[in-house]
Structure formats: C-alpha cells, structure tokens
C-alpha cells in the first residue's frame, strides 16, 4: 500500500494562495488514480481533483474549477489554489488508488481562508 503525506497547508487571506505537496513514500507503479480530497467541518468529504496515472483523464471539483490546478511529477502530486475563498477552509487530503482497488489517504493538511 503506498504512503501518502500532504505539506504546504496553512492560513491565507481570501483571493490568496496555496501549493499543497503530496508525496509518495513508496513506488507508485500499481497506481491508477490519484488526487486530493478535502472535508470541511460536519460536512462530508469531497473530491478536490483526481487525476488518471495511465489516460489524460482528469476530474475537477466544480466548486474548484478555474481556480485549482493538479499537476503530477513522478510519485509527487501537487494542487495549486488560487483565489482562494473561506469556503475552501477544510482539511486536504491526498488520495491513491491501486490496480488491485486498494486506496491509500495521507494524514491530511489543514487549509484555512481567512476573509
């Protein structure tokens, strides 16, 4: 099962941003998908971005669309947030699923939008 851990969260003013860091620990081969997550208090957790490590798919958030960009190089995976707004206060988590359907989360990075 691959290791995954975020870094780059933090606290920002509204129309701020952020790059959030998610690195793989182990070898990323049997990967099929990656991407990030984010749950905000008493709410559920919600798909951020997800990209294929095989095709050109790749998935946004509408709530993240035109303002968050994934980008992957090698077993790191990246998430740049721009204009952030304090609905994006939420803890980030980096997602791995594998070949064999076994899913990976990393510990999570709180990101907090002040306005």
């Known amino acids: 099962q691959v290791q995954l851990a975020e870094s780059g969260g933090g606290l920002v003013q509204a129309g701020g941003s952020l790059r959030l860091t998610c690195s793989a620990s182990?070898?990323?081969?049997?990967?099929?998908?990656m991407g990030w997550y984010r749950q905000a208090p008493g709410k559920e957790r919600d798909l951020v971005a997800l990209?294929?490590?095989?095709?050109?798919y790749t998935n946004y958030g509408d709530s993240v669309k035109g303002r968050f960009t994934m980008s992957r190089d090698n077993a790191n995976l990246y998430l740049m947030m721009n204009k952030l707004k304090p609905e994006d206060t939420a803890v980030y988590y980096c997602?791995?699923?594998?070949?064999?359907?076994?899913?990976?989360w990393g510990q999570g990075t709180q990101v907090t939008v002040s306005s």
């Open positions: 997602y791995a699923v594998e070949r064999s359907r076994t899913e990976s």
């Open positions: 182990s070898s990323i081969n049997n990967v099929l998908f």
């Open positions: 990209v294929s490590t095989t095709t050109a």
